[in-house]
C-alpha cells in the first residue's frame, strides 16, 4: 500500500468579488512510496503551494482524492483533521516559523503538547532528537539567539518529534546559506535513509538533486518526472536543470 495517493486533484478558485475563476490544479496523479524522497519543481505559479497546502490538510481540493496512509482526507471532519494532521505530518517551512517568545525546546515540543503528551514521554522523544540534530546544547536559546541553519534544525526536530508518517518541507532551504543549506540536506538525507518519507517543494535544483525523484509541475499538472535511481547527485542536478529548461521554453508533458 502507497503512504500517499493523490488522484485526478483538481483546484478551482472562485474570487471573493467576481471575476474569472482560477485552475490552480488540474487532474494532478502521484503516489509516494513509504520512505520515499521527492521533491516538487515549477515556476512560480505553477500550483506547487496550492499542492502542498491541499496534502497538508490545510485546503480542500475542488475535485480528486487525496489518501495518507489509508485514509481518505475527504472523509475526515475538521475536527479530525486536526489530529490527523497533527499524527500524520510534519512540516518544514522556509522562514523556520518558530515562536519568538519561545525557547527551541519549548517550539520543539508543541506539538507534543497540543497531543496531551506527558513531560517524561516528551523528554524521552526530544533528547535523542536534538543530539542527532546537534542542537542538545541550544534547546534553552530562543530563536533570535541562533543562526538560520540552527532555527532550520529546531524547525526540523518540530517536525519530526511526533514521528510523523510524511514530512513536507516549503523551500526548506530558502532562507539558509550555502553552508546552511548543504548541512540541511544532509540531514535530510539521514532521515530519509532511517526510513522518513520527505516531500519537498523547492526551487532549488541543487535542494532536488538530493531526492530520490522530482516531479515538474507545471499549469497546474505534472508536466515530467525524473527518478535518481543510480545516478550521482551532480549527474542527477544535470539531468534536473535539462528538465527545467524544457519546462520553461516548452516541450512534450512527459508524466
Do not use: C, W
Not at 40 to 59: F, H, P, Q, R, Y
Not at 151 to 172: F, G, H, K, M, S
Amino acid at each position: 500500500m502507497y503512504l500517499l495517493e493523490v488522484k485526478n486533484l483538481r483546484k478551482v478558485y472562485t474570487p471573493r468579488f467576481g471575476g474569472a475563476q482560477v485552475e490552480a490544479l488540474r487532474s494532478v496523479s502521484f503516489s509516494m512510496e513509504r520512505g520515499e524522497y521527492a521533491a516538487v519543481m515549477g515556476e512560480s505559479g505553477a500550483g506547487k503551494t496550492t499542492l502542498l497546502n491541499i496534502l497538508a490538510a490545510l485546503d480542500r481540493p475542488t475535485s480528486g482524492e487525496v489518501i495518507l496512509n489509508g485514509r481518505k482526507l475527504s472523509d475526515l471532519k475538521d475536527q479530525e483533521l486536526a489530529l490527523f494532521r497533527r499524527t500524520n505530518l510534519g512540516f518544514v517551512f522556509q522562514d523556520f516559523n518558530l515562536l519568538q517568545t519561545f525557547s527551541l525546546k519549548d517550539n520543539i515540543l508543541l506539538p507534543l503538547v497540543l497531543a496531551g503528551e506527558t513531560y517524561k514521554e516528551m523528554e524521552r522523544r526530544l533528547q535523542p532528537l536534538a543530539k542527532k540534530l546537534g542542537i542538545s546544547h541550544l534547546l534553552g536559546k530562543f530563536p533570535y539567539e541562533v543562526s538560520g541553519g540552527d532555527q532550520q534544525r529546531a524547525a526540523v526536530a518540530r517536525a519530526l518529534i511526533t514521528n510523523p508518517q510524511l514530512v513536507l518541507a516549503d523551500e526548506p532551504t530558502g532562507a539558509l546559506d550555502s553552508k546552511a543549506s548543504d548541512s540541511l540536506l544532509r540531514l535530510f538525507g539521514e532521515i530519509n535513509a532511517a526510513g522518513q518519507a520527505i516531500l519537498m517543494v523547492t526551487h532549488s535544483v541543487k535542494a532536488a538533486s538530493h531526492a530520490q525523484r522530482v516531479l515538474f509541475i507545471k499549469d497546474g499538472e505534472i508536466f515530467h518526472q525524473l527518478y535518481r535511481g543510480s545516478l550521482t547527485v551532480a549527474e542527477f542536478y544535470e539531468r534536473i536543470a535539462d528538465a527545467l529548461t524544457l519546462l520553461t521554453t516548452g516541450g512534450e508533458r512527459n508524466a
